[in-house]
Every structure is written in structure tokens, then in C-alpha cells.
């Protein structure tokens, strides 16, 4: 059975309480039941991983080679400063839908440019926190599981 890992990073823990005027008020629980929910509806299992510490990120990228097809990756502020994670996903080939909740390009300009980008197969911004479940069935597609 194909299986994603669902990737999260800084400040994503305060999900529902962190600016809900930006983020909304759903939590990371309701995020994780919405992914599990979403990959259940194509037979893919998940693991949810969360951390506020890029190196965590980084490694949580290495090890899922080998043990997960793909990865949805909420990398947060690191979108914008981290080449540590875009060379982790260039490094081990991982297939990996970029997600943020908000519009990134409808706000401060130092968030319209992310390091991911360029090694993801796809992004998706704006749409709240349905842009993960949209990302699994991109991901799904992209990985011929549909």
C-alpha cells in the first residue's frame, strides 16, 4: 500500500489559536483528521509529523525515502528562508506537494518566494487547510494511484 507522510513545520502546532483571522480555526488534530479521512478515500495510509526545528524537518525528508511515496510539506516560514529543506527533497528524489494555508503571495512580500517551490511537483495556497487534502489527491494522481 502506497503511503505519504503529511509534513509540518513552525508555529503549525498553534494552528486554531495562531492568527485564526489568517489560518482559520481549525487545529493540527483537525488538519491530521482531514488528511487521514482524504488518503483513506484513495487506500493510502499516512503519518503526521510536526516540528518547530528545520533539522527535524530535514530529517523526517531523508527517512521517508524508501518508506513513503510522497510527501504533503507545510514547511511554514521555511518556505521562505530554508535551502536545507529544498536540497533534502532534491536530494532523495521525493515526490512532494507543497501546501500553505494562507495566500502567501497576497501577503508580506518576503513570503512570495519559497525555497520548496522549485523541488516540488506542485503547490497549493490559499484555500485553507482543504490545500492538504487537494495535495493528497494530487499526489495520489501524480503517483498513479487514482
Request: proline share 3%.
Amino acid at each position: 500500500m502506497a503511503s505519504l507522510l503529511i509534513l509540518n513545520g513552525p508555529n503549525l502546532n498553534l494552528l486554531g489559536t495562531r492568527q485564526p483571522d489568517v489560518y482559520g480555526t481549525a487545529t493540527l488534530a483537525d488538519v491530521e483528521v482531514l488528511c487521514r479521512d482524504t488518503a483513506a478515500e484513495f487506500a493510502l495510509e499516512i503519518d503526521c509529523l510536526q516540528s518547530n526545528h528545520e533539522g527535524v524537518l530535514v530529517d523526517a525528508i531523508h527517512a521517508a525515502r524508501g518508506v513513503h511515496n510522497g510527501i504533503v510539506l507545510n514547511a511554514g516560514a521555511y518556505s521562505h528562508t530554508s535551502i536545507a529543506l529544498h536540497d533534502a527533497i532534491v536530494g532523495t528524489e521525493m515526490a512532494v506537494v507543497e501546501v500553505h494555508i494562507s495566500n502567501i503571495h497576497a501577503r508580506e512580500p518576503f513570503r512570495h518566494h519559497s525555497f520548496i517551490t522549485p523541488a516540488a511537483v506542485g503547490i497549493i495556497s490559499g484555500v485553507g487547510i482543504q490545500g492538504y487534502a487537494l495535495a493528497i489527491r494530487a499526489l495520489a494522481e501524480h503517483l498513479s494511484v487514482l
